[in-house]
């Protein structure tokens, strides 16, 4: 699948039931927050199905199901939480 949706890309990413994860998707604006779209477009998998899009990026983000210190240190986590919670919230009970 080419060029999947954010919808696809949230809704597949909510499979993993972290919500930091969610969370920075949700922030990912390419600049301050380098999501779903950046890490496809890097390894080059725009043809590649939508999860393995996104398991591309988890793993990218996570080490041992965990968000990596690098990542967790750039994050606000808080605000995120204040902006984007309720629409993660979303996500997670589907």
């Known amino acids: 699948m080419s060029n999947p949706t954010d919808e696809e890309l949230l809704t597949e990413l ?17 600049r301050t927050f380098c999501g779903i779209q950046f890490i496809v477009q890097e ?12 398991q ?15 990542y967790d240190s750039m994050a606000d986590w808080d605000a995120l939480e204040a902006k984007y919670g309720d629409t993660a919230n979303q996500y997670l009970q589907t």
């Open 14 to 30: 909510a499979t993993y039931q972290n919500r930091k994860l969610l969370l920075w998707q949700l922030a990912a604006d390419g």
């Open 43 to 54: 390894r080059d998998l725009q043809a590649a199905p939508v999860d393995e899009q996104v």
């Open 56 to 70: 591309a990026f988890v793993d990218d983000m996570l080490s041992d199901g965990e968000v990596r210190p690098e």
